[in-house]
């Protein structure tokens, strides 16, 4: 499952009224404040409703549900306090699911910006037919994860596959991709960087287009190397991009599900199985729905937690233009 | 306010939106009783002679054996002799697994089918969880000749004296080879009796499969490998379970999971692990596999050498084959009306015509006796004589699956998890049965105990 983020709430020009300048008569000024809260309720009624309705009411209800010992489809539940908490913290299989969910979210969020950004670099260029490079790099951004899983199943497989193929002609024998670690998280690591690097390149490309060239220019005339007007003069200016796609994309790849749920289902003996993944086999495969909903609340409060640090200490160093 | 400070909170607020999603994944909100579980108030009986069916059904359905024209063809047969009921055919998931999980996420919901695909390993959740209806009364009210059922197929779906489903899509695992591998490796034109014996033709078999492969390709995963393992661990006199008492610690058992572990890792390991092994078989990669009956037409259609079929091998202490596949059921939480509509329709597609014409299109086995002796399948043994060997080894073979499999909810993935880390890790048999011992019956202590 890839994350969607929905415009911030709260986020534009929805501000609280300027107080009238000076204490007006009692029924005037009540008017106006009742005018001016109508106006709000009506303007950000729907969009709160919504938030509570599918966001703050499931996230309760989950939290509730991961006090249950509950058995998915079933008619009654039994309340065991923090007793889902305890197993999942005390469970063998926890470290393996912590260390792969790590593995894969550092790997792919690190890979996704630094190849992002040199696809970038390549398309911002002045080279023909970069329009349609463009387009092209960002088409997998587009695609449904799951239908760019089974496609790449077919071009990994170590015996019919394109890979293999490819493979073979170095003389090279092709790794069992399906069946012997690591390599099916090595498997769907590629292919979540290939379906999310078009994203990260369009959004450098933007952040790249605002570069003033004068600064560049400058740069030249100091007798500044391309490389080190990028290290000097760029990156720095990327630096609110460079932010923005790592707290999106880091959301985006702890949450990713479509492309394990496709090409390994978590397997082979978990080897694949992200907090994610886990939540959604001991929910749906395993019918715990108790515990999987406590991992859901774990998830989220990691995800909570590595936003704050994100928010806390990594936006000191960033620099909006 | 600053654009630093818009900007975080911006960016707090979209990350809270995106992990909030998350709730809305984890489960959908439903009405949940706390209590004793053995509380749950059984269905009022219901005088089906006063109900009158639904004009339309839905069916849920993942089309085992690729039958999806087939269930479409069958549908169009009930729609021309009740001309009053239509029948919506759902595509609800790729395999049982996926029909079950959506109809598991969907209980709480208006948005169940009518008719939904109850596979072997899952029936009894739905029943533990009041799911699905006793199916008993209303074929008994629609004249249901259910003594007609191969009995073996029909009692799977017997609880307390009740059936909750009716066999549709029934297979056993089933022994493929290929006739010309067999041929030029000069071993006779049949399968092995036993696993010994097979051991034995591996070495003139080895020769006649490519250099990375080896003679038997066998695939693992969910409602697959801890259902062909029953053959062997049951032919080393071992079982998963004695009733709901787990027996993986039995040396039995535990020769069993090595005979597994010699298959693929041994100094004579003669086994490959496949990720479709009917695939590279009808590929000519492996010179032999275990398959459903429900591929055989499958890969009578995809292989250009002649296709042998045999009984599963036995291992030392004799062996069995346990039967499998899919019946069909009735959501308990749909209107009588639509309920009787949806027996009516269970009836017409398991009726004896109607089970042949799957049986022959797909290669499951009809699940009347009286399909089996009928002239149309007479015919296809006669043309086809592979489809002969899985009736053949169901009266000879077949034996009920070990309860804590089919009864135990979520035990077949514990199940799989053994086998996988036996298979592809390498795994010391009593070391891997020790791992997942103790799941199953967390499992069983959560699932099914308080229910019982």
Redesign the interface.
Known sequence: ?T????P????GPTRRPAPPPSPAPGSAARARRRRALAWFALLAGPNVAL?VL?????????FY?ST????????????VGLGNYVEWFTADSTARVLTTTAVFTLTTVGGALVLGLGLALLLDRRLPGRGLARTVAFAPYVLSGYAVGILWLFIF???YGLMSAVLRGFGV?SPQW???EPWPLVMIIVVYLWKHLGYVALIYLAGLQGVPQDLRDAAALDGASPGRTLRSVVLPLLA?TTF?LL??MM??SL?SFDVIRSMT?G????STTTLMYQ?YTE???????GY??AG?TI??LL??AV??VQ?RFL?RKVH?A | MSHRSHRRRSLAASALVAVGALGLAACTTPTIATGDAAETAASDAVDWSSVEPASQITWWSNHPGSSKAVEEELIARFEEAHPEIDVELVTAGANYDEVAQRFQAASQTSELPDVVISSDVWWFRYHLNDQILALDDVLEHLDGDTDDFVSAFYADYEYEGQHWAVPYARSTPLFYYNKDKWAAAGLPDRGPETWAELQEWSTSLTAQVPADSKPLGMSTGPSWSAWWFENMIWGHGGQYSDEWTTTLDAPEAVAGGQFLHDLFHGDAAYATVSEDSTADFAAGVVAATIGSTGSLKGILDAASFEVGTAFLPDGPDGGGVPTGGTGLAIPASKTPEEQLAAAMFLQFITSTEQTAYFSQNTGYMPVRTSAIESPEMTAVYEATPQFRTAVDQLSAKARSQDWIRVFVPSADQILTEGIEQIVLRGTDPATAWGSIAPKIETAYRENVEPYL
């Open positions: 499952m994350a969607v983020l929905a911030p709430a709260g986020a938030l599918f966001v703050y009411k499931p996230l309760v209800e989950s549900l249950m010992q509950w058995n998915l489809g079933s008619p009654v539940a039994r309340f497989d170590p015996r024998a399906y069946t012997v609110p923005f707290v999106t959301l985006a949450q289902q397997g082979p003996l978990g939540i929910g749906f495969v395993n019918g715990r729905a999987a909903s859901a998830l989220f995800l909570l936003t704050a928010l936006e909006y």
